[in-house]
């Protein structure tokens, strides 16, 4: 399917790896320019090579956390008028929430609910006026399914969320859409930080923790950031115009909800 968006311009936050890199992956395989992201420079630039030798798009490299209002501006700088900004940024560590500090819990709404944001407030009206727009973020199963020692996480996922519903509605007429992608388990140094979390609890080696966990999903399996990355891409394409204010679970069928 064409998504009718070559030559259109896109920001993937924290996108070296993981997640982030698969739809920065799909998005440059659609045609568009994308600027990518992520906090350790060496693992970015061999993504942004990747995606250069794959798909012939141009890459802008902006090294750092996105939550830093330095690199948001650097971003923003590179590609002051993007028609798609995909929001990601790693979540806290699993932790009991009895040991969170009030700093630890200002971080984590920082990063995962503000900085999404700030990153809307600055493109958004650029975007409607320009009559297209694609708005993605990133969030978490959690946001609907509580997962003990994400607390933090599923929190500041939600209420992002929640402050981007009524948004949303006021810029779909401009052909500006804002949708979340909530991933479930997928096979990211994310996951893998979750079943050593899992195993130490249950006390399992990680591999008879990721093998349980893998018969526990319907599908049978982890998902792949590639197949999340197309689903993004479809997010953000000329077809979906008519889908905003939504929360699709890409999760393998392991959220039990007929809706």
């Known amino acids: 399917m064409d998504l009718g968006l070559r030559g259109n311009k896109a920001i993937v936050c924290a996108s070296s790896r993981g997640l982030g890199r698969g739809c920065a992956m799909a998005l440059a395989e659609a045609g568009c320019d994308v600027v990518v992201n992520g906090r350790d420079s060496a693992v970015l630039a061999a993504t942004a090579s990747d995606i250069r030798e794959k798909y012939g798009v141009d890459v802008i490299e902006i090294a750092g ?6 690199v948001r501006a650097a971003l923003l700088a590179a590609c002051p008028s993007p028609d798609i900004l995909v929001n990601n940024n790693g979540g806290p560590p699993f932790r009991d929430f ?20 700030e990153l809307i407030q600055a493109v958004i009206d650029g975007m409607a006026e320009r009559g297209f727009g694609r708005i993605v973020n990133i969030t978490s199963l959690s946001v609907y399914q509580p997962i003990p020692g994400l607390d933090l996480s599923s929190g500041a996922r939600a209420g992002l969320t929640a402050f981007l519903a009524g948004v949303a509605r006021t810029v779909a007429a401009k052909n500006v859409t ?4 909530l991933p479930g388990k997928f096979d990211t140094d994310r996951i893998r930080g979750s079943i050593e979390f899992a195993a130490k609890k249950a006390g399992t080696s990680f591999e008879e923790q990721a093998s349980r966990q893998a018969a526990d999903i319907p599908a049978g399996r982890l998902g792949t950031p590639e197949e999340f990355g197309q689903a993004c891409a479809f997010l953000c394409s000329v077809h979906a115009g008519y889908i905003t204010g939504q929360s699709l679970i890409l999760d393998g069928g392991n959220y039990p909800s007929a809706f």
């Open 65 to 70: 956390d996105v939550a830093d209002q330095k």
């Open 98 to 117: 009895r040991e969170l500090t009030h700093q630890a819990m200002m971080d984590g709404v920082t990063n995962n609910m503000i900085t999404p944001i």
């Open 178 to 181: 804002i949708n979340h992608i």
